[in-house]
């Protein structure tokens, strides 16, 4: 059986993919956030189709669960893409990387829902380190104009959405929890349409986006959606504190693409790349890839 690690792994490199696209769009195509999180939580919709698979009923108190799982991911996309929009990605994604996997290793302390022994515990911190390490940039103006607030919002969230998906996957099996919850990020999207201004710029979106614009989010969240899934099931499987410290191997991906565009399109993702700038990374990654090897031990 596929080790749920390299599940995890894959699901980054796709998920690297899917927030480069989302970056130029958010910046170049889309402005209101609420409208992007809005098409990324009812598209998930598609889950229904894997009802044939089969799919088993809940207690009341655990679709309440799982609602709550859902909809905090989708209002954790809105204020995740909020700070994206605001500043390069490749400066968000490891100060996210940092604050998602502690607000997990915490709730998952107090809820008695997950545990580490002491090599995971080494590797969970390699990995945290090696996130933050890898893009960690003080800007001119400060840390204040990534907005602290808005990605702490948005990890505190992901956390809560992750802990919470962990336990509906370990009352029933994963088609099941993956469905249940969801249709809870589904609700959530619902929920955004309450704002006059967003619910407006939702429905005007179709006519105001481009052909290239609808293609892009449309090819690169089959992208995500699969990263998504995948990162589920590693989830499903195993340790949701190790999954999302993982988020490391995502930051490399996104580093790598954005050299690539850097080079071959500026405007979209521009890196920076000087000979401190590179050993810092190179750093990053030997941590990240220690923290894989105490892991696999």
């Known amino acids: 059986m596929v080790s ?14 899917n927030g480069v696209a989302d970056k130029f769009l958010l910046t170049k195509r889309i402005g209101n956030p609420g409208v992007y999180a809005f098409y990324v939580g009812i598209s998930s919709l598609a889950v229904l189709a894997l009802l044939p698979f089969g799919i088993h009923a809940l207690t009341p108190a655990n679709y309440l669960v799982a609602a709550l799982a859902g909809i905090a991911f989708t209002f954790a996309l809105y204020f995740f893409y909020l700070s994206i929009q ?8 490891p ?3 940092g604050l998602v996997p502690f ?19 080494l590797a969970f911190a390699l990995l945290v380190i ?37 336990y509906i996957y370990n009352e029933t099996n994963f088609i099941s ?15 955004l349409l309450l704002s006059p201004k967003t619910r407006h710029d939702i429905m005007a979106a179709p006519r105001q986006t481009s052909k290239q614009s609808k ?16 990162q589920n099931y590693a989830i499903a499987l195993g ?19 954005g050299i690539v565009f850097s080079e071959f399109y500026p405007k979209i993702l521009k890196e920076d790349i000087t000979g401190s700038i590179l050993a810092q990374k190179i750093i990053a990654i030997a941590l990240i890839t220690t923290g894989l090897v105490f892991l696999s031990l």
């Open 4 to 17: 749920w690690i390299l599940i995890a792994v894959i699901a980054y490199i796709l998920l690297a993919v």
């Open 86 to 93: 605001r500043a390069s990605i490749s400066r968000i994604l």
């Open 95 to 97: 100060i996210e990387g």
């Open 103 to 121: 607000f997990t290793l915490i709730l998952a302390y107090f809820t008695g829902l997950d545990s580490l022994n002491h090599t995971q515990l």
């Open 130 to 166: 090696g996130a933050v390490v890898i893009d960690f940039k003080k800007t001119k103006t400060g840390w204040h104009a990534l907005g602290w607030r808005d990605m702490v919002l948005a990890a505190f969230l992901f956390a809560v959405s992750f802990i919470l998906t962990k």
């Open 177 to 191: 929890g993956l469905i249940w919850t969801r249709l809870g990020l589904a609700l959530g999207a619902a929920l």
């Open 215 to 230: 293609f892009l989010f449309y090819s690169s969240h089959m992208a995500g959606a699969a990263g998504s899934l995948l």
């Open 239 to 257: 340790s949701v504190v190790i999954v999302n410290a993982l988020q490391g191997v995502q930051f490399v991906f996104v580093l790598l693409l």
